[in-house]
């Protein structure tokens, strides 16, 4: 990929974006609060508060696509509506004066019906909380006279991915030996959606025009229980199957008359206590894409993780090294 590529935020989908893209040979302007981000020759970061429209203008000059990969200071409703409608309208501006694209990652919160099977084609429409904040933003860049993709995914995993359910919370348990408590449900399926392949479809629509302005979802293997996750990962870190426990719905809403952050996930609980499934078939043959296989994914998640934590996290699967960091 030639040209020049804006992001904005270095969490894991912003910074793995960022990395794909100057392996293709793009050149990328990274823009976050710190001026972190990859290293690489083809990558400038630059501090800039991607929120004030002040001063967008410069650094989006000359892009050919903006992946917009920030997200709120907390994870609550109260902090995505203050922070991440105006941050969007400030980015969208800037895009459209630049005649770039802006991509989008987006999440499974505003679907209407999150019993049924998620595609492209399902409703919408959530209300209230986080799931209508992200309805709102959907129909926000609908409105918005600048091009726009919106890619979906599933909860995340991968490199990098520290807060999340197959992140911090399950990973370093795991490589240490140790029994796991995941939330609502062990057994009921739910779609994790590898972050490499997130960045990759998000990478590969910014550069076809005629998945503009749509919705489409990341490349996600068939949904996984928690169980199956984390056997998934202990068996790519040689290690045994660890004991997993769920922590009741009405604990973690007990929970919550105390803590605003157990709160605030007993309002997404539901995604764990059910079935939680999204489909991505349509998306992966519109993009000419696939998932990348569980176990390869799983790997490559594990020892990043291994490169984080250091040495006497369990033994190193077969030709690898426990210190080596994933090649994803």
């Not at 990098?160 to 009921?188: K, N, T």
């Not at 068939?222 to 998934?232: G, K, M, S, V």
């Not at 390869?296 to 690898?320: F, H, I, K, N």
Request: glycine content about 10%; hydrophobic content about 45%; overall charge neutral.
């Amino acid at each position: 990929m030639s040209g020049l590529y804006v992001v904005t935020g270095a969490g894991p989908v912003g910074w793995t974006v960022a990395e794909q893209l100057a392996e293709r040979g793009g050149r990328v302007r990274v823009l976050t609060r710190s001026g972190s981000g990859p290293d690489h020759p083809l990558i400038e970061k630059l501090k800039v508060d991607a929120s004030n429209p002040g001063l967008l203008g410069d650094a989006f000059e000359g892009a050919a696509a903006v992946f917009h990969c920030i997200h709120g200071s907390s994870y609550s409703a109260a902090a995505w509506q203050r922070e991440l409608p105006a941050a969007e309208q400030a980015v969208l501006a800037a895009a459209g004066e630049a005649g770039a694209v802006v991509v989008f990652p987006e999440s499974l919160y505003s679907y209407s019906d999150p019993r049924q099977v998620m595609t492209e084609d399902s409703p919408r429409d959530a209300a209230g909380g986080k799931r209508g904040i992200r309805t709102a933003l959907l129909r926000s860049r609908v409105a918005s006279p600048t091009d726009t993709v919106s890619v979906v995914a599933g909860d995340f995993f991968g490199p990098r991915v520290r807060m999340a359910h197959a992140g911090e919370r399950m990973v370093p348990a795991i490589l240490a030996g140790h029994s796991l408590q995941v939330v609502g449900s062990a057994d009921q399926p739910h779609s994790f959606t590898y972050v490499p392949d997130l960045a990759a479809a998000m990478i590969r629509a910014a550069g076809e025009a005629k998945l503009w302005n749509r919705v489409l979802h990341a490349p996600t293997n068939p949904p996984l229980t928690q169980h199956q996750i984390a056997h998934a990962f202990a068996a790519a870190a040689g290690m045994p199957a660890p004991r997993v426990r769920a922590v009741p719905g009405w604990v973690l809403r007990a929970l919550g008359l105390f803590s605003t952050g157990m709160r605030e996930l007993g309002e997404t609980l539901y995604q764990f206590q059910q079935p939680f499934m999204m489909d991505s078939r349509a998306s992966e043959e519109q993009l000419g894409l696939h998932p990348t296989p569980l176990h390869v994914a799983a790997r490559a998640t594990v020892e990043w993780w291994r490169s984080e934590l250091g040495p006497g996290t369990g033994p190193a699967p077969e030709g690898t090294s426990a210190g080596a960091p994933a090649d994803a």
